[in-house]
């Protein structure tokens, strides 16, 4: 009767310790991903000193063609738009102001963002709402 209380008593032993390693490597699986997602989607402050000239909030543009034209007065080493959450798109820098030609476009609403380095610091502008009449 021993022996049998004995296997018993030390599979049950076995069953707790492989239980509590598993649970051990699935919240340690769990804290590495979050931590891996935090890290990747750090939040990019708005910027105050960032802004999109042209279109102005709400502007209708009527043409196949049309020319972003964003600035800051503090120094700007790099800078890219996207609109409607659209890949993120290089600027081009000339006369003072950043520049983004965009061509081929539909009739709707728009919102269109710039992020970029002012200052040595990466920030981003809040969305800036258009419709295109074509």
């Known amino acids: 009767m021993t022996k049998t209380k004995t296997k018993k008593s030390l599979k049950e032993t076995l069953r707790k310790v492989v239980s509590s390693t598993r ?3 699935v919240s340690k699986t769990k804290t590495t991903k ?8 750090k939040a990019i402050p708005l910027a105050k000193d960032l802004y999109i000239d042209y279109p102005t909030n709400n502007e209708k543009v009527y043409c196949g063609h049309y020319c972003f034209r964003l600035g800051s007065p503090s120094n700007i080493s790099w800078l890219k738009i996207s609109i409607n959450g659209g890949p993120w798109q290089d600027c081009r820098c000339a006369n003072g102001y950043w520049w983004f030609d965009w061509w081929n476009f539909t009739t709707g609403n728009f919102y269109a963002e710039a992020y ?3 200052n040595g610091k990466e920030v981003k502008t809040a969305k800036r709402k258009f419709k295109v009449v074509i």
């Open 23 to 25: 649970r051990t490597a």
């Open 34 to 41: 979050s931590a891996a997602t935090a890290s990747s989607q």
């Open 116 to 118: 970029g380095c002012v």
